[in-house]
């Protein structure tokens, strides 16, 4: 199983970024995405979720300014990041995972925020 996430950059306060993660190994269809992300000297947290029937959520600081999405005909989940902000800054990590327990990490992909 390998998840290969992409899309990380430096950008400027305001600015958007668009982060894939293309899996393969399994079967995408039936997972549940997430992406988490890790600012320096912070615990990992839970940015957003996207079912397998589609259904998304978020944690509230990203509300209106994040979207989640997937294709599973490319095996991939996105995030779209607008509007972004210096306290955005961090690893962002891909997941994937079912309710029974398979739970598999991308590598992480680093976003900074800063003028």
């Known amino acids: 199983v390998q998840l290969q996430a992409s899309g990380g950059g430096l950008v400027q306060p305001g600015g958007s970024l668009r982060l894939s993660c293309v899996a393969s190994g399994i079967t995408f269809i039936f997972y549940t995405g997430a992406w988490y992300r890790q600012a320096p000297g912070e615990q990992r947290e839970l940015v957003a979720q996207?079912?397998?029937?589609?259904?998304?959520s978020y944690t509230d600081s990203v509300k209106g300014r994040f979207t989640i999405s997937r294709d599973n005909t490319q095996n991939t989940i996105y995030l779209q990041i607008n509007s972004l902000k210096p306290e955005d800054t961090a690893v962002y990590y891909c997941n994937l995972h079912l309710n029974s327990g398979a739970n598999y990490w991308g590598q992480g992909t680093l976003v900074t925020v800063s003028s």
């Open positions: 996207i079912t397998t029937r589609g259904s998304t």
